[in-house]
């Protein structure tokens, strides 16, 4: 049975031309690693441009300084001051969540935004200490050297894993590998965040329930009063001025109190004397030689990735009002927005923050990190996808359980099996006509599609690669067979067509070719006729090269479906009334992908 | 700007009912590791049937002995024989090839063959002594154990690795989990076939150059002779009786000529004088106490593996010219043939067997390896796939210059990345429309697709993950400012409406959505509308639950692009001249996917 009718296509299919082997493989890249096209704005510029452009895009602030005005610097002097007075205490208490003496929590609170002002280009980036970051640094390296017994040797290795950390994330911006950060789920992220807080959470209580009466009283008094300000900030930005008034109100009433009390002697911690002038540099600290080196790099990447996936997420969760994108890679953002976003947002989407001048640490912490714990997301994550939920419950469980690094391995490792199986295990859907129209639909989805006598419509729903080759040959003959079962049972009209609709198939490899190779020779042992409708290029392409093309003969190809489809049904007529027809008017048209 | 004037989609987009979360489980996992729905022939048949089907399935032996004809026992018999007089040399080479005794060889020539015969199915498996699994024997335990200094416990950790290799792959099918082998492409194998024939061949050039120039003689000797058979042996099936004859002609020229010449006198090992009797069981030599006992189980479980994928992939190669196919778990075959396959696979596929009978072992296993550097694959591989041609040569050179391992592991890992890679980053492509139909085409594929003025249709490729949520923002965002910057260039009408064609995009995790979301923020923001075409039914569920319909209006989702821009065309006219225009006739029947 061949097409001897002369039937013409309406619409031939294109074989785009063959792109040399450099070319396709340059563009992969672009396309891989430059989605955004970075350097769009360079294009066509004069070369005396092109370096200003450049230096704005390495120092962003070459770029903003000359348009910064006088009433942006009022926004950012009460941000500053009401930052300040929660950065400070805030990093002291994550100091001591990492085992850290509290100078260097003090340092890193001011010095690092100091250098993203410069170097930064995300109004939306909370840059500063990250409970989840000195967590991981007290977890991993804690394990390696014990904070209490050995503490300087351990501030060492402190210093060296945030060294890596730097190095490890300066590399991905560099090398434009931002995007392993989209490998962590926002599942995931909520999952580890939670199981983070609430291995803090635990430790810290039972230091608190160690404690006297007071320190938990204390805790409760703050933490209640915080929340209270904190559902207050999220109201709405009209309360902008009350969340922005309350911590520093509260610093100084906090301090007050515990000056008149004298709490420090009811074994309240606070600071005391801090020594003066500025730190020494710490790089001669930086441990190269100790044979924990390994651990600190490992304790470094691990963090550095985290706190940048952190970073992303909770700006990009920021940036969804406002319409930002921050990218892993740089945080560059496509539109430009009032500096009151800095300040909203580190109130706002960083409510730890705002009680952060309670002195009792414990407390702090625990608050911070019931912050941390954000169920109603995990419930979203049940009600529109089952899957994310696993994937966040399973980090949560992992690091609550196991240790940070088991939770994200487990986390990202179901993400990724999910992704994997979407393409080792496609799925393929029975086509029928939707009434009225020449379109063809699943018939899972259209129930009111109807099948067409003596044609099988089969949609695969994904590249055909080496993982999912069997199984489609396997799922394909099965269907075949059932169809067939079917139509005995019923006693309908024979099957004579089997149609693949590839309009879903991005990309094919050689093991896929050999696939379609296998169905079709089975298809023409059971005296079918196999037809392709809407091969795309990277497909139409292999399979002109491996010759599959000649075997199923390039006028079984079809543009649509409904030209498919059109087609057989002029087969059938004609095979059964045999003169053939030619006029071919009543397909051009009408007919649909 | 609203839906607000009364045009009526033609055909609107159906949600499927949400099934019960167990029910959607249980169908994953039946679609998932049963495709070809092994129990069919099961269903509705009386409990005493179903005992015999049962019985049939796990001992297939019950199914065809009734139906074993005298004819069938003849052709056996002549395959039998030949086969005996080229596996018996064969196994003994292969034995000395995984440093073992060569009673071990002649035993598992003829055991496992036995023991398939009653419990396997597919006539297309070669079930005997392999090469590759030979020199994963050898080398992985080599590391362990010298086979020389210490001969017993390695011998006893080769029983043992065997056993484990068993009990896995018994593991695997029983679990249905051959489809793990789905997961060595051919690519991979043809490299690490090649890369383990290259490394014994220089293994053996060692030993033949250290020996006397006689034996190197023999060696030319035999192979060329035998490839000289080989080659007219895969002339065609006609040559039949010469293939089948030969081997058993050579045997006996070979042994005359070295019992007259008196060969092993001059350095040419022969086999000796073998002990009377049956070997006893093994049982007791299977090593658990031992210390390389976990090497052991490695090795085990690796040669499982790899044996399987190649069983697998040698008898599909030889099936797909017969329709057959062999499924990893048991070697099923879908339809009958005659009883010639075996033998004439077994000459054709396995043509080291051909001259198995020489006595030189090392020409024996040099010209077998030969064999398995299947180059013109390679090179088939590069015209029509290069990826697949990259995962071909880095196993290659991975188990060259490496180890087995490591040239699984560098194959496996790039097959998968580049799965991962499409879905990581999916391609987009610009839709047109084609000339005198309302079908919607990339532009890339087929040049002659127009632009819709003021309409920018784009089709994502992939499912909407985690993994390329961010990857596809950008890229949209950039399609929309490029299409925005050509129409300002150019002058053309300003951009209106932007479709997104998800008829590619078979699923969707809430990273996806919230992308989605952010999407339309984004668009919005620039004054444009946001329109999907053809959202299948797992996208449209999700984008239901997670309210993103609302926010888009269901009255902006169409079946089809062409309805899309049909309905977008409606919208820029009325919008236009603003008197609503109820007649929607012209869109019903000639709309397209």
């Not at 010095?111 to 002002?117: F, G, Q, R, W």
């Not at 983070?196 to 008094?221: E, F, M, N, R, Y």
């Not at 625990?366 to 009600?383: S, V």
């Not at 006029?583 to 649909?592: I, K, L, M």
Request: charge should be negative.
């Amino acid at each position: 049975m061949g097409n001897n009718y002369n039937y013409e296509c309406p619409h031939p299919v294109a074989i785009p031309p063959a792109k040399p082997f450099i070319e396709s493989i340059k563009s992969g890249i672009e396309e891989t690693l430059f989605p955004d096209d970075p350097f769009r704005q360079f294009k066509n510029q004069p070369a005396s441009r092109k370096l200003i452009l450049g230096l704005q895009y390495f120092v962003p602030v070459l770029e903003w300084a000359p348009r910064y005005t006088f009433e942006f610097f009022k926004a950012d002097l009460i941000a500053g001051i009401t930052i300040a007075s929660l950065a400070v205490p805030q990093g002291i208490s994550y100091a001591s969540l990492a085992n850290l003496p509290p100078i260097i929590g003090l340092y890193s609170s001011f010095v690092p935004p100091l250098v993203y002002a410069m170097l930064g280009s995300s109004k939306d980036l909370a840059v500063g200490t990250v409970a989840v970051a000195s967590l991981l640094i007290a977890s991993m390296l804690g394990k390696e050297v014990n904070p209490n017994e050995n503490p300087k040797l351990y501030l060492q290795l402190a210093l060296t894993a945030t060294f890596f950390a730097g190095i490890f994330q300066a590399a991905l911006g560099f090398l434009r590998l931002g995007f392993i950060v989209d490998f962590l789920s926002h599942a995931t992220i909520v999952g580890f965040m939670g199981g983070a807080a609430t291995v803090v959470c635990l430790q810290q209580l039972k230091g608190i329930l160690g404690g006297d009466g007071k320190v938990v009283s204390w805790a409760v008094v703050f933490s209640s009063s915080s929340f209270s300000q904190d559902t207050l900030a999220r109201e709405s930005q009209a309360s902008f001025w009350i969340s922005a008034m309350a911590p520093l109100t509260s610093v100084v009433v906090a301090s007050v109190l515990v000056y008149l009390t004298r709490a420090e002697q009811d074994g309240i911690q606070i600071i005391g004397q801090l020594k003066k002038g500025l730190n020494p540099p710490s790089v001669s600290e930086l441990a190269f030689g100790s044979p924990h080196l390994m651990a600190a790099v490992k304790t470094g990447i691990i963090t550095g990735v985290i706190a940048l996936a952190e970073g992303v997420a909770v700006g990009r969760s920021f940036s969804m009002f406002k319409n930002y994108h921050i990218d892993g890679n740089k945080g560059d953002d496509c539109f430009r927005d009032d500096e009151y976003c800095r300040l909203l947002h580190l109130l706002l989407s960083d409510h730890r923050t705002i009680f952060a001048n309670c002195v009792v640490l414990s407390s702090i912490i625990i608050a911070a990190m019931l912050g941390l714990i954000d169920y109603e997301a995990a419930i979203g994550l049940w009600k529109v996808d089952k899957c994310d939920f696993i994937v966040c419950i399973s980090s949560y469980i992992g690091v609550v359980f196991g240790s940070v690094e088991i939770g994200l391995v487990i986390a990202v490792a179901i993400s990724l099996l999910r992704m994997l199986m979407s393409v080792a295990r496609p799925r393929t859907f029975l086509l029928g006509n939707i009434p009225n129209s020449m379109i063809y639909r699943s018939i899972d989805q259209y129930p009111i599609a109807d099948n067409v006598p003596g044609v099988l419509i089969l949609q695969i729903d994904a590249p055909l690669y080496f993982a999912n080759a069997n199984y489609l040959r396997e799922r394909i003959s099965r269907w075949i067979y059932e169809e067939e079962e079917k139509l005995k049972s019923t006693g309908g009209s024979s099957l004579q067509y089997v149609i693949l609709d590839l309009s879903a198939v991005g990309s094919i490899d050689t093991s896929g070719i050999s696939m379609l190779e296998e169905v079709k020779k089975n298809i023409d042992r059971r005296d079918l006729r196999l037809v392709l409708a809407n091969p795309r290029s990277e497909v139409i392409k292999k399979l002109e090269k491996s010759k599959f093309m000649e075997s199923i003969g390039r006028e079984w190809i079809y543009l649509t479906v409904g030209e498919a489809v059109a087609a057989c049904n002029f087969m059938l007529h004609t095979s059964k009334s045999n003169n053939p027809v030619t006029d071919t008017g009543e397909f051009d048209a009408h007919d649909n992908v």
